[in-house]
């Protein structure tokens, strides 16, 4: 199974983006999903999970209300629609495929993508 992030780059506080991840190798389908994010000296932090059938998501606090995770799995492929971003933000953002629950456990992910990085500045 590979995870390939992309979407990442540098914006302005306020501004969005769009993170995507694409899978390959694997089924898709079977995968709960999520994002989580490392910023420099910070350990790896959960930020959004979803279900294998995208029904159910769960968001860390820092992000509910301005990110949403969706997923397209016809296309294979998990998004991150980040809007509202702060500075607090800046990190790289890494996808996982994992076994569909408890979303915010790391050891619950097998498959890694490689991460992209977001630059929030103020």
């Known amino acids: 199974v590979q995870l390939q992030a992309s979407g990442g780059g540098l914006v302005q506080a306020g501004d969005s983006l769009r993170l995507s991840c694409a899978e390959s190798?694997?089924?898709?389908?079977?995968?709960?999903m999520a994002w989580f994010r490392q910023a420099p000296g910070k350990e790896r932090e959960f930020v959004a999970g979803i279900s294998r059938s995208g029904s159910d998501t769960d968001y860390a606090d820092s992000v509910k209300g301005r990110f949403t995770i969706s997923r397209d799995n016809a296309k294979n492929t998990v998004y991150l629609q980040m809007n509202s971003l702060k500075p607090e933000d800046t990190a790289v953002y890494y996808c996982?495929?994992?076994?569909?629950?408890?979303?915010?456990?790391?050891?619950?992910?097998?498959?890694w993508g490689q991460g992209t990085q977001v630059t929030v500045s103020s």
């Open positions: 996982a495929a994992g076994d569909g629950t408890a979303y915010r456990e790391m050891y619950r992910y097998g498959y």
């Open positions: 190798g694997g089924t898709f389908s079977s995968y709960g």
